[in-house]
């Protein structure tokens, strides 16, 4: 546990920075890199804590990888090869490297135990486990596989057509990389767009995927070409300083590099909705993952309603643009968001208890929020819950707080943004 203070009030934000890389998009590029017979090489890869589990779990299954910074070589023989790790794989806090690796490792040669933390521990698995069940995997857990520890043993598997039952790009992930080895053509049909890095970067490895009205497809048997792939920066992670920006006085903060992928780019729509002063300056590349310029002024806000098709587009950063809705004129309405209760901690809960220490006007429902704004805070005592992105909005919370916010446990925000105090501190003139 690493206590830590913020006491930023009436500070004005200012300056440049490049959030560091997309975690979804490095998870999957050291998976990709990992299948692909050859040398793949990575730029702006995030070295957070989540994402070098994921590069641990496959050294230990025999790929070479190596990483300097943000820089990552990763050469491997193929899927084939790999090897059946010694020890168990370890995941940390990672939700991500633990159910992409059950629908990759459900169609390999090896046998492989995955565990976690605490969180991951209580994260529900069978809304991967039962997809893969139907192809034939063999996985074996607690509860019937419905939590971690989890056993997989490779075996061969069949295609299936699956209605997505949940918005998650886990879960579809999941089920295409295990069609990736499945005799016949895997269908996952999603009820509502989530995020679609596995489909591009499939795609930029030579896989044939083809994406129609929400429907997915992709013949088994297809072997991926090593490639080279460019990270942008995590939209989630300037989130918290698109927010800081439109709260702190007198500020501006210019964020280059930021992934500007349409299935992320919720919270650019809802600053927008809540009249927020920015301006995106998309770059001109030929990557398969668009990024752009993104400014934020000091802003007068209002309340909107958040719900339907653009949460899982925003799903990650709704704590923050809960702080965001407490400075904001009116009754901001988040609904249609239950996913956040299984999430690295309950975040409906965590987020409404830790604001309404602040003094926020603060209610949970059922599947969302209801905000009050705008409310002075007060400074407190605060709690992460062991979860990056409730630790960085306790962390801006600071900035409209009179008074000092404590910091139960900072150690959790190295998961996806360890830079992130000196980013911060680096704004401050
Ligand atoms: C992720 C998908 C989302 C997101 C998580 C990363 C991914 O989870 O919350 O941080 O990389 O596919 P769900 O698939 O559970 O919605």
């Known amino acids: 546990m690493t206590n830590k203070t913020v006491h930023i009030e009436n500070t004005s934000l200012n300056g440049t920075i490049t959030v560091p890389g997309d975690k979804s998009i490095s998870h999957r590029s050291i998976m990709f890199g990992s299948i692909a017979k050859g040398t793949t090489t990575v730029t702006g890869f995030l070295e957070g804590e989540d994402c070098l589990r994921t590069i641990e779990a496959f050294k230990q299954m025999g790929v070479k990888i190596e990483r300097n910074g943000s820089n990552v070589k990763i050469e491997s023989q193929g899927m084939d090869a790999w090897e059946e790790p010694q020890d168990i794989l370890y995941m940390g806090n990672s939700g991500t490297t633990t159910r992409l690796l059950l629908g990759l490792l459900a169609g390999s040669n090896v046998h492989a135990v995955l565990s976690g933390d605490e969180s991951i521990a209580k994260r529900p698995m069978k809304r991967v486990i039962n997809p893969l069940r139907e192809m034939n995997a063999q996985i074996t857990g607690r509860q019937d596989g419905q939590f971690a520890p989890l056993a997989v043993k490779g075996s061969p598997l069949q295609a299936i057509t699956y209605d997505m039952p949940v918005a998650s790009a886990q879960v579809k992930s999941a089920i295409l990389l295990a069609g990736l080895n499945a005799e016949g053509t895997t269908i996952v049909r999603e009820q509502e767009t989530t995020r ?49 920006g439109a709260i702190a006085e007198n500020s501006e903060i210019v964020l280059e590099n930021v992934g500007l992928n349409e299935t992320r780019t919720g919270i650019i729509d809802v600053l927008q909705a809540m009249q927020a002063d920015l301006t995106i300056e998309p770059y001109e590349n030929e990557h398969a993952e668009k990024a752009g310029r993104v400014t934020i002024r000091t802003s007068q806000l209002q309340a909107t309603t958040i719900d339907g098709e653009i949460i899982p587009r925003l799903i990650d950063e709704i704590p923050i643009i809960a702080l965001l809705a407490t400075q904001a004129r009116g009754t901001t309405i988040i609904k249609d968001a239950e996913e956040l209760k299984v999430k690295e901690t309950n975040r409906i809960d965590a987020v409404v208890a830790e604001l309404a220490k602040l003094g926020a006007d603060i209610q949970a429902t059922d599947d969302g929020m209801i905000i009050n704004g705008p409310t002075r805070l007060s400074g407190a005592s605060l709690k992460t819950y062991g ?16 008074g000092p916010i404590e910091l139960d446990d900072a150690a959790c925000i190295a998961v996806s943004y360890p830079n992130f105090f000196e980013d911060l501190q680096g704004l401050i003139k």
């Open 387 to 402: 979860d990056h992105r409730i630790g960085m909005m306790d962390a801006i919370a600071s900035l409209v707080t009179t």
């Open 196 to 244: 679609d890095h596995t489909e591009l970067m499939l795609k930029q490895f030579g896989v044939e995927i083809a994406t129609k009205d929400k429907v997915i497809s992709l013949a088994g048997g297809q072997k991926l070409t090593a490639s080279h792939v460019e990270v942008p920066g995590d939209i989630s992670s300037a989130a918290f300083f698109l927010v800081a």
